[in-house]
């Protein structure tokens, strides 16, 4: 049963008396507010055995007052919202950070309830006539007034502020058609007029600056590129030697595997050798080896894991290599994507917890993306040294596709 | 729901959010500070300063539920559509709604 029909019919039905009684216990529930705020603390002194219908009404009316909104805090200010497990109050700018869009302002407790649930959003647009170019917590009147009141906020003061934060930066305005910090009708001031002419003058001189300079970036950067194309030649050419002598490898997680699982095992299974010719056993053999290349994958090493993201192809694939886990029968036990994600670095929790969103969410994309949103640099030939180390050739050999 | 399994030992060192991690030095157990609170974060995590067990739950809107330890509630509040989208945190960094990878849509 919703906030509203509990509300509803508190006011419009035939109420048996007791109700009125009953009544501030029943919005403690439904707010969350504490015995003894001002929303619930004046009913309870009332006589429950004088209460009619009337009575009802005439309690229930301030209070619904006071309620409105249903999930709005009765701890905290507007501009602030209500920790449960902290017991304090907490600053919505301090939590969420300026509004990102002009003309926004919080919402009243920023959308949080006493829970810390988010039942509202927590910015919202300016009332009519009021504005707010610069992201203030609250809008105030367009026309460059006072600032308006905080909200209905302050009514149970400060008694318990959360700890202080740094103020998050604000975010870019998801709106497409906002330019901001442009508004037509702000004039240029006389100090950026007379500086226009001396900055012209300026910027002929240090055009000319900048065009050298870019002369010379630009000769040194062809001789960077050529040095460094050749000590790649020359490592290349040395992890091919290399390739040729067969080491036992050291970073295998999983038992016994090592590089003659790769090239000789006959069993099924992840592990087994793929039936792509010599140039794949090297392709497997390689990243054993060393982690500095991957002579046969010269391509993938460089290139940003990002990029898997969008071939959904290679992904599918890998994903159907690597999402499933053992079942009650045993099987394969690692070299999962719980494994992957422990080589990044991944706490098993959150291993855990992305599993338990399976079937509508894969753990691997889930991880791919995690990894990419915290380290954009991240690279194709990272995830297959990865790989590589987890005795997944299999996984290798799709990953080749991308090479 | 409970989406939680009820498993694992937790070998990774980390919650999270983790400011400061250190070792105990009489037992293995791994603690964080969250604040000015440490934390187990083998069971919990560091939410908005507070220390929240790993499977808490909040809401997201109406009819949404996602788990502050793991994701973030992000309301979209811009533009006519009012909607929810549940992101999830990017570890070791503070992560912010723009930046995270999408783990469910909430309908409105």
């Known amino acids: 049963m919703g906030v509203d029909t509990h509300l509803q019919r508190g006011l ?27 929303a619930v603390a004046a ?21 619904l007052a006071q309620a409105a909104p249903p999930e709005a805090s009765q701890h905290c200010g507007g501009l602030e919202y209500w ?25 009243e407790n920023c959308g949080l309830n006493n829970a810390g649930d988010h039942v509202s959003h927590p910015y919202k647009e300016c009332p009519f006539g009021q504005c707010n170019p610069d992201s203030a917590e609250l809008c105030r009147p367009c026309g460059g007034g006072a600032t308006a009141p905080a909200p209905a906020g302050s009514r149970s003061g400060t008694q318990w502020r959360c700890k202080e934060r740094p103020v998050p930066p604000k975010e870019p305005c998801p709106l497409k058609s906002w330019k901001p910090e442009v508004f037509s009708s702000q004039e240029p001031s006389p100090s950026a007029i007379s500086s226009l002419s ?5 910027n ?51 038992g016994d595997t090592n590089i003659h699982t790769f090239l000789h095992s006959s069993s099924p299974g992840p592990l087994e050798a793929p039936e792509a010719g010599d140039s794949w056993k090297e392709v497997a053999l390689v990243p054993l080896l ?10 993938l090493a460089s290139q940003p894991l990002s990029r898997l993201l969008d071939e959904l192809e290679v992904l599918e694939e890998l994903i159907v290599l690597l999402d499933p886990e053992p079942g009650p029968g045993g099987g394969m036990a690692c070299g999962t994507t719980r494994h992957l994600a422990a080589r990044y670095g991944v706490p098993a929790a959150w291993s855990t917890f992305v599993y338990s969103l399976r079937p509508s969410r894969s753990p691997l994309r889930a991880l791919i993306e995690m990894v990419v949103a915290r380290e954009p640099s991240a690279s194709l030939g990272q995830l297959g040294t990865h790989l590589a180390q987890l005795g997944r050739a299999d996984a290798l050999q799709v990953l080749s596709k991308l090479g | ?97 723009p930046s995270s990878p999408i783990s469910g849509d909430c309908a409105r």
Not at chain 2, 43 to 59: A, F, G, I, M, S
């Open chain 1, 290 to 299: 060393g982690r500095v290349c991957l002579p046969e994958l010269p391509n």
């Open chain 1, 83 to 107: 920790n449960p497990d902290n017991r304090c109050c907490g600053s919505c700018l301090q939590r969420f950070g300026p509004p990102p869009c002009p003309d926004y302002e919080f919402s």
């Open chain 1, 204 to 254: 002929v001189t240090r055009q000319a600056l900048q065009t050298s300079a870019q002369a010379v970036v630009l000769v040194l950067s062809v001789l960077v590129l050529l040095v460094t194309s050749a000590a790649i030649l020359l490592l290349a050419q040395q992890c091919r030697r290399q390739a040729k002598v067969l080491h036992p490898c050291p970073g295998l997680v999983c």
């Open chain 1, 12 to 38: 419009g039905d035939p109420v048996p008396r007791h109700h009125c009684f009953l009544l501030p216990a029943f919005l403690e529930s439904v707010t969350g507010a504490v015995a003894g705020s001002p």
């Open chain 1, 198 to 202: 001396w900055t012209s003058e300026h």
């Open chain 1, 43 to 63: 009913p309870q002194a009332a006589d429950p055995a004088r209460m009619g219908p009337l009575c009802l009404l005439l309690t229930a009316a301030p209070l």
């Open chain 2, 1 to 97: 729901m409970q989406r939680w399994p009820q498993t694992q030992v937790y070998r990774a060192n980390l919650g999270p959010r983790l400011p400061h991690t250190v070792i105990s030095a009489q037992t293995p157990l791994l603690v964080s500070g969250c604040g000015d609170q440490i934390y187990n974060p083998m069971e919990q995590c560091c939410d908005d300063d507070t220390v929240l067990p790993l499977n808490r739950t909040k809401l997201c809107g109406p009819n949404c539920i996602f788990w502050p330890c793991f994701e973030l509630c992000c309301p979209e509040s811009f533009g006519p559509e009012k909607k929810y989208v549940v992101k999830l945190k990017v570890l070791g960094v503070n992560s912010r709604c």
